[in-house]
């Protein structure tokens, strides 16, 4: 009972706000981290465990039965639930990859607005260790306990300066990482229409396979009749909303670099 009365405490308190040039500089090591083309290889795929488990989540709270996610090292991913082929939990499920770190990043940057930088981080546990109990692949059971372990660690041992920079700074990394995956969409479906051929985009699901050769957005206008560029659109939209909310939240008022 005293660990977990002490677990509690650290959630549930409250911690002061990091100085604004630690706010500055975490914002601007994960711009710098999102648009390095070597550094994203890498951290690119903490998005991709977003994206899946934003299909993952939202087919489960739509009524569908979750299979399971597989996340590969070139930061593709596919998960897998059974349903309706039809209806709009089907729609929501497809949707909710592209838009979910950047949601998810919102709402990391309320709970730091509020203070609560320990319980961000410890909600993030909570999600991972989700995550992870729907991976069924090697690779993707590795990278989710990984990025699990870095976040406890931090989140249980870390005096609360390093904890306030790791906190701010995966806030602004979901932030601006939910957006590259949207350009990047955005590019793909440019060239499709120009004849180039390959996959684009993270996989969603569809029924009880997954679908392996279309990105999200053609998923999306297979289902509903609707343009993929103007689902594209919609994620953008969102993508830079989160973002312009998460900024005003992060940065403090009266601020400027």
């Known amino acids: 009972m005293n660990v977990l009365a002490r677990v509690w405490d650290l959630v549930a308190a409250s911690q002061p706000l990091p100085p604004a040039w630690v706010v500055g500089l975490?914002?601007?090591?994960?711009?710098?981290?999102?648009?390095?083309?070597?550094?994203?290889?890498?951290?690119?795929?903490?998005?991709?465990?977003?994206?899946?488990?934003?299909?993952?989540?939202?087919?489960?709270?739509?009524?569908?039965?979750?299979?399971?996610?597989?996340?590969?090292?070139?930061?593709?991913?596919?998960?897998?639930?059974?349903?309706?082929?039809?209806?709009?939990?089907?729609?929501?499920?497809?949707?909710?990859?592209?838009?979910?770190?950047?949601?998810?990043?919102?709402?990391?940057?309320?709970?730091?607005?509020?203070?609560?930088?320990?319980?961000?981080?410890?909600?993030?546990?909570?999600?991972?260790?989700?995550?992870?109990?729907?991976?069924?692949?090697?690779?993707?059971?590795?990278?989710?306990?990984?990025?699990?372990?870095?976040?406890?660690?931090?989140?249980?041992?870390?005096?609360?300066?390093?904890?306030?920079?790791?906190?701010?700074?995966?806030?602004?990394f979901l932030l601006f990482g939910g957006v590259r995956p949207v350009v990047e969409l955005a590019r793909g479906e440019i060239r499709g229409r120009r004849g180039a051929g390959g996959s684009r985009g993270s996989r969603g699901s569809r029924g009880s396979r997954a679908w392996v050769q279309a990105s999200d957005a053609d998923q999306l206008a297979r289902m509903t009749g609707v343009p993929a560029g103007l689902w594209v659109a919609l994620f953008a939209l969102v993508a830079l909303a989160a973002l312009a909310v998460g900024a005003s939240l992060l940065i403090p008022s009266g601020w400027h670099p």
């Open 26 to 172: 975490t914002g601007l090591i994960a711009l710098i981290v999102v648009l390095n083309t070597g550094s994203w290889r890498l951290s690119g795929k903490v998005i991709t465990i977003a994206h899946e488990g934003g299909h993952a989540l939202v087919s489960v709270l739509s009524g569908r039965k979750l299979d399971g996610i597989r996340l590969h090292p070139d930061s593709s991913g596919v998960t897998y639930s059974r349903g309706r082929r039809t209806g709009p939990g089907l729609v929501l499920t497809a949707a909710a990859g592209y838009v979910m770190p950047s949601l998810l990043g919102a709402g990391a940057a309320a709970l730091l607005a509020e203070r609560h930088l320990t319980a961000m981080l410890w909600l993030a546990l909570v999600l991972l260790a989700a995550t992870f109990l729907a991976v069924r692949n090697v690779f993707g059971a590795v990278a989710v306990l990984a990025t699990a372990v870095a976040v406890f660690a931090v989140s249980y041992y870390a005096p609360p300066a390093v904890q306030a920079g790791f906190a701010y700074l995966a806030a602004w």
